[in-house]
């Protein structure tokens, strides 16, 4: 509303106006003044203040007496009417009438009128009447005035001795009418429709009037759909004579309605070799009913992403300030699951290790690292003992110390053979073994001994002794399956120095070996198994936990490295036994002298998917090329696979390096790719990888391709990787979890201690297997399609680069995933 101010101009007029029909119109520049000699008449009222545009204004007239010798007189009787039109700024016009009379004695009429007005603005029109005129209002009287009557839409002011009413005069058909009355709500407010920017508001005006029907027409109407935001109604109120009157309000509707957030699902990535963070990237989105609206993360897409679980979360805030979020966890898997070193030179830890069981009932396969070198204060006293060596067991579930036990006399050497994963006492949990084939028995240098633990409390359960010296009896451990269904799994024990007779004759074959198979129930001997040459030394390695003869019984293979074939010294030799009886099922023997067949043998997986369980001999002597070649890398080393079920040769590996000795670690893994094969690995100590000498290496292969699934090399000279090895599923369900890849290195360095050994636990990840389930799966390829096209989560080349072509975008990369998943297609390279 336009306020406009009222400025006072004093108006006289210097002659009698005309009666009747006679009127005056004053401007705000008028000086004009109308007198006689003895007669002042003055325009006294003061106009409201005028609502621009368009509103009626009234003006009330007020009449004081101001007579003199009555020069000026209206005809006798009759009434002086005054009419004052004032017009506003948008040029609409209001009328206002004055019917009074104001006599002095002698019968003239005498009176001053003031009017105010504001300059510029609006014209005053003030028409003067001298003859008598009824109001054409009937509800105004010429002498009575009724306030409460709100029909007559006046106003009436007392002023000295006279009343003065006003009216509103539109016209004369309207006289009765007045104008409508209209009542606006003063704010109307509303949240949004769900999933739209505003929403369709209705309300209610209120309109009374004394010549109706009233209509009432409001823009915009009730019912319209109105955005966020405040909007501005004006309501019209109009009756039948064309009395109008408006108002108007606010309409306000909030947006009370938050963005959805969609985040992305869960991702689970592997750490590459010696990485402790990696990058992921991940998407998030935001729709909001009113506006895009973005989504801000933390931590953001792309960041580097610690070992562990992070949490990411996703915020989007609107134009309201509506906000949501959502969440999400990002787990970054070590590769390297556990890492462990001796505490002074010559430990050796890691001398053995081994992985199946679980000791402590959580769920999780626990595993155990020896330590042969190691030292031990002696019981009762400060006095160390040097060479006891130890036995650790660690947890499966977060690589924490389970059990410590040491051997029991200077140079014992405990740990020198260890299996772990056989129930021998049948409570429930798994039991470990180990070997001290350098022990002392009552004076016998050497004679051994081996000692059955406890996986639950890591108590003694068996202890078995060499009978004489240098038998050398824990030179090879294990546990095996109950072989006389007594419900107690059973375990064997090899000694390698044995002397035992031979072929009738009264003469011992000396260092030929034995190989003993006792009852977990009771420890009494089940059978005993000899050599049949002297210095075989049957029992420097053992195999047990396959099924060869498919009878149902556990058998298992026993290496003679030492073994002299025909003449071939150290050519070796392997046998295959029964575990139920103990009768020889096959031989394999060493085709060159120093080849050391049977230094380390398997006997637990399956490869070529028929028939019983399949064995792998290492043999680290063997010189390579065959003769014939060129060139001879000597002690490059070498592993056969053979058929369980005939004994015919699957797969030969060569060393590529001389003195790499491949095959001085041998073994089977259940099936990592998921493509329904048993897979391997192959261990060579010796090898100079990335020029390292003797750092070592050890390569998981594919049992159904014999391609490259894992490798893994020793980072400084003279670590020996590989030196122990052993596979295993991260838990005991059905499924196995996750493979895991423990590894010994007896010769690492730790700071300045040499030889102090080293494990380490890792977390196999083969091609494609982009989740680290141990699986080719659906997953799988939805991972590696996020990585490509939408930059998404994380594909480690090892991992995601099934080409080998060193880029991981490639559409090709995605084939054959698919092809490996579905169809069972190997992938055929390997980084």
């Known amino acids: 509303m336009l306020l406009c101010l009222i400025a006072m101009t004093l108006l006289g007029f210097s002659e009698v106006p005309q009666l009747g029909a006679s009127e005056q119109t004053f401007s705000p520049a008028d000086t004009t003044i109308f007198a006689s000699a003895n007669t002042q008449l003055t325009l006294t009222t003061t106009l409201p203040d005028i609502l621009c545009p368009g509103e009626i204004i009234e003006v009330c007239a007020n009449l004081s007496q101001n007579c003199g010798s009555g020069e000026l007189s209206p005809l006798p009787g009759r009434n002086l009417i005054v009419y004052v039109n004032a017009g506003d700024c948008g040029a609409n016009v209001g009328q206002a009438g004055e019917d009074t009379v104001q006599t002095d004695s002698q019968g003239n009429a005498c009176f001053s009128l003031t009017v105010s007005f504001t300059p510029g603005l609006f014209a005053l029109r003030v028409k003067f009447q001298g003859e008598a005129k009824p109001d054409s209002c009937p509800e105004v009287g010429n002498s009575a005035c009724n306030p409460s009557d709100p029909a007559a839409n006046k106003r009436c002011t007392n002023l000295s001795s006279a009343n003065t009413c006003a009216t509103y005069i539109v016209d004369s058909a309207a006289c009765g009418c007045g104008i409508p009355i209209l009542t606006c709500p003063a704010f109307v407010t509303q949240g949004n429709n769900p999933g739209q920017c505003g929403a369709v508001v209705n309300y209610t005006v209120e309109a009374s009037g004394k010549c109706g029907p009233i209509s009432v027409a409001c823009l915009p109407p009730a019912g319209s759909f109105f955005l ?71 931590p953001p897409s792309g960041s580097l992403f610690p070992i562990g679980v992070t949490t990411v979360t996703c915020t989007a805030t609107d134009a309201a300030q509506n906000s949501a979020s959502c969440s999400f966890t990002v787990t970054v898997n070590s590769i390297l699951f556990f890492q462990h070193s001796g505490n002074f030179s010559g430990d050796q830890l890691g001398y053995s290790v081994a992985g199946g069981g679980d000791v402590n009932g959580d769920g999780f396969t626990d595993f155990l690292v ?55 006492n049948n409570d429930g949990y798994a039991d470990f073994i180990a070997g001290s084939p350098e022990a002392d028995v009552n004076g016998m240098v050497d004679a051994g001994a081996a000692y059955v633990y406890s996986g639950l409390d890591g108590s003694v359960l068996y202890e078995i002794k060499g009978g004489a010296t240098a038998d050398r009896l824990g030179g090879s451990a294990g546990l095996l399956e109950d072989l006389n269904d007594d419900n107690y799994d059973d375990f064997m024990v090899s000694a390698p120095g ?66 002299d074939i025909n003449g071939m010294v150290d050519a070796g030799a392997a046998y295959v036994y029964s575990g139920k009886t103990g009768q020889l099922l096959y031989p394999t023997y060493g085709s060159a002298t120093g080849d ?236």
């Open 228 to 298: 966020v935001g405040t909007t501005h109604v004006v309501c019209t109120a109009t009756d039948t004579a064309k009395n109008s009157s408006s108002c108007s309000f606010p309409v306000t509707v909030q947006d009370l309605e938050p963005p959805q957030v969609f985040c992305n699902q869960n991702i689970s990535v592997t750490t590459g070799p010696g990485q402790t963070s990696v990058p992921v990237a991940y998407s998030a989105s935001a729709v909001d009913n009113c506006a895009s609206s973005g989504s801000v993360c933390s």
């Open 596 to 831: 050391q067949l049977g230094y380390s043998v398997g006997i637990s997986g399956n490869v070529d998917g028929t028939g019983g369980d399949d064995i792998i001999i290492g043999v680290p002597g063997k010189d390579t090329p065959s003769a014939g070649d060129a060139a001879t890398l000597l002690d490059a080393g070498a592993a056969y696979i053979y058929s369980g079920s005939d004994g015919t040769l699957l797969y030969e590996f060569k060393g590529t390096g001389t003195a790499d000795r491949l095959g001085g670690s041998v073994g089977f893994t259940e099936d990592i790719d998921d493509d329904n094969y048993d897979d391997f690995y192959l261990a060579a100590p010796d090898a100079d990888p990335n020029g390292l000498l003797d750092a070592g290496s050890v390569t998981v292969y594919s049992g159904q391709t014999a391609q490259p699934l894992f490798e893994a090399d020793g980072a400084d000279s003279g670590d020996r990787l590989g030196g122990s090895v052993s596979i295993f599923g991260s838990t005991t369900g059905e499924d196995g979890g996750t493979t895991r890849f423990l590894i010994g290195a007896p010769g690492a360095d730790f700071g300045t201690e040499t030889d102090a050994g080293s494990a380490f636990v890792y977390q196999i990840a083969f091609k494609g297997d982009l989740n680290g389930d141990g699986r080719l799966a659906a997953a799988d390829v939805v991972l590696l399609l996020n990585c490509i096209f939408l930059g998404r989560g994380f594909c480690p080349p090892e991992i995601a680069d099934l080409n080998c072509d060193g880029s991981i975008v490639s559409p090709t990369d995605v084939v054959i995933l698919l092809n490996a998943t579905f169809l069972g297609e190997p992938i055929n390279c390997v980084q």
């Open 370 to 424: 020896t330590i042969p070198g190691a030292d031990a204060g002696g019981a009762g006293n400060s006095v160390a003992l040097l060479d006891v060596g130890s036995v650790e067991v660690y947890s499966g579930a977060d690589g924490e110390l389970l059990i410590h036990t040491d051997g029991l006399n200077d140079g014992d050497r405990l740990g020198g053979s260890a299996s772990i994963g056989g129930d021998v």
């Open 498 to 563: 044995a002397d035992v007779g031979g072929g009738g004759a009264s003469a011992a074959f000396e260092d030929a070996g034995a190989i003993y198979v006792f009852s977990g129930l009771d420890g009494s001997l089940l059978y005993q198994i000899n050599g049949e040459e002297a210095a075989n030394r049957l029992g420097g390695s053992l195999g047990v936990g396959g099924d060869v003869d498919e009878d149902g019984y556990e058998d298992f293979i026993a290496g003679t490295p030492e073994a």
